[in-house]
């Protein structure tokens, strides 16, 4: 049996001794070069829930194809690794189930345990850009949490059709509804997605100053507030390529006094109202094994983002961003690989303070600046890694556990080193923010721990070019 699944050895891709068996039998009964066999037909077990369409729209073959056999084994582990991506599923196997040798046909069967859709999570989370500037500059401030309810259903209709309804309350007033259906057309290439948000909050960042956000806070009245919404449509044409526009709406304001007091320049032209359309297009080129934590394949994006198009005179922006990753896996325990992120204006006027933030989130920061922001209209980061995997274990609750998709909890631990390397360009810099323009260089070792695929803890001992260093948190999750 060829299989793929989370009880087993989810991240090393091997065949096992059923499926080589049954390849050697097909070898020898076919000697001549090139054979094919024809996918004659295609079952699925497991899928009490999802749409069996939803299944075959992975598979890298599909019932009436040809295929070599020497591709054959590949078209396997690619097609368990494309079901498991899609977060549907805690197991996936892919197996012969029967074939007939005068006439090259073989009944493909696929078995799928279904992974749990439906995540009522409460909010307790940090308003923070990450865990220790809240835990260590803000002094871990209550009042800096929110609040509320996560209600997350991943496959609705069976058809991996994802709704979220967001409710928070406490630092942040926020309420948002999204909705996504991947699947509009019978051939399963274009999809559909919208979403609306509102939010309004007491303090607000006004300024970067030392290269550190400034708040100014009113526990009096709401100094901020944004209505949202989006309408995204998808082409996905085949496994790996990804085409996707976006239209969105931003309605904003703020109060007089952070203009008249704090900063004139918080939204463009100035006034304390702004409201925007934008159009985005992104490319994306995804060849990863696993997306939440890779180890072989790539991984690339350009991404085209014009905010304001002219309609109520308020903003006019124009950026292109790009990332591309790459990762090796040498063996069963080590690997390696690294990532690089740019960020060009083509417009090259100063954007709006709310909108100048370029190096600092969760994704663009130079490993030891957690605590720093930077401002600026391009950058450019590259991060490398060469990690080892020290430990590949599994929870099994047994009897213990009610809910089948949590009865075995498997998780693997990383040793890592790291470094990274990053530049922001802010021709508007005055002087009060010394990192900008400046060449930073940060890294250490780091721990890893990998629960399922999904769920990632990041553990970083960092150092940087100031000779500054600490232990830093992340947390990353593809549900």
């Known amino acids: 049996m060829h299989s793929k699944n989370y009880t087993t050895s989810y991240f090393s891709l091997k065949i096992s001794s059923t499926i080589l068996l049954s390849f050697l039998f097909l070898a020898i009964a076919l000697p001549a070069q090139n054979q094919k066999v024809v996918i004659d037909q295609i079952t699925v077990s497991g899928n009490d829930h999802t749409k069996p369409g939803v299944i075959f729209r992975e598979l890298l073959f599909q019932k009436g194809d040809s295929v070599f056999i020497e591709e054959l084994p590949e078209k396997l582990e690619r097609s368990e690794e494309s079901l498991l991506n899609t977060s549907l599923f805690t197991k996936a196997e892919i197996f012969f189930k029967n074939w007939e040798g005068h006439s090259n046909k073989v009944h493909i069967q696929v078995e799928v345990q279904e992974a749990w859709y439906i995540f009522p999570v409460p909010i307790f989370e940090w308003i923070d850009r990450n865990f220790n500037v809240w835990w260590v500059e803000q002094h871990r401030d209550l009042d800096r949490i929110n609040l509320g309810i996560d209600f997350t259903h991943i496959n609705l209709a069976g058809r991996r059709d994802r709704l979220n309804f967001q409710a928070k309350y406490g630092y942040v007033r926020q309420y948002g509804l999204k909705y996504a259906f991947p699947y509009l057309n019978k051939a399963k290439t274009l999809g559909l997605d919208g979403q609306v948000s509102y939010q309004k909050k007491r303090e607000i960042n006004f300024?970067?100053?030392?290269?550190?956000?400034?708040?100014?806070?009113?526990?009096?009245?709401?100094?901020?507030?944004?209505?949202?919404?989006?309408?995204?449509?998808?082409?996905?044409?085949?496994?790996?390529?990804?085409?996707?526009?976006?239209?969105?709406?931003?309605?904003?304001?703020?109060?007089?006094?952070?203009?008249?007091?704090?900063?004139?320049?918080?939204?463009?032209?100035?006034?304390?109202?702004?409201?925007?359309?934008?159009?985005?297009?992104?490319?994306?080129?995804?060849?990863?094994?696993?997306?939440?934590?890779?180890?072989?394949?790539?991984?690339?994006?350009?991404?085209?983002?014009?905010?304001?198009l002219g309609i109520f005179h308020d903003k006019n922006m124009l950026f292109v961003a790009t990332r591309f990753e790459q990762y090796f896996q040498f063996n069963e325990k080590w690997s390696s690989g690294y990532d690089l992120f740019g960020k060009v204006s083509v417009i090259r006027t100063r954007p709006p303070y709310e909108n100048s933030h370029i190096m600092g989130s969760s994704t663009t920061t130079v490993p030891g600046y957690e605590y720093y922001i930077l401002d600026g209209i391009d950058a450019v980061l590259l991060k490398a890694f060469c990690r080892f995997r020290a430990l590949d274990y599994r929870l099994d609750f047994g009897r213990l556990m009610p809910f089948e998709a949590f009865k075995v909890i498997p998780f693997k631990l990383y040793l890592r080193l790291n470094s990274g390397w990053g530049y922001a360009n802010d021709p508007f810099e005055t002087g009060g923010n010394p990192l900008n323009r400046t060449l930073l260089w940060g890294g250490g070792p780091a721990l890893d721990v990998v629960f399922f695929h999904d769920i990632v803890f990041r553990f970083e001992y960092s150092f940087n070019h100031l000779g500054e260093k600490g232990l830093f948190l992340h947390f990353k999750s593809n549900l």
């Not at 290269?211 to 496994?239: C, I």
């Not at 085409?243 to 109060?255: C, I």
């Not at 409201?275 to 350009?302: E, I």
């Open 207 to 308: 300024l970067t100053e030392g290269n550190k956000q400034l708040f100014y806070e009113d526990r009096d009245q709401f100094l901020y507030q944004k209505f949202s919404a989006r309408l995204g449509v998808t082409y996905r044409p085949g496994h790996q390529v990804t085409h996707e526009w976006g239209l969105s709406y931003n309605w904003k304001s703020v109060v007089s006094s952070v203009l008249e007091e704090l900063n004139p320049a918080y939204f463009a032209p100035g006034g304390g109202l702004e409201r925007a359309f934008s159009l985005s297009y992104s490319f994306t080129l995804d060849k990863r094994d696993v997306y939440a934590y890779p180890l072989n394949g790539g991984y690339f994006q350009a991404k085209v983002t014009k905010p304001g």
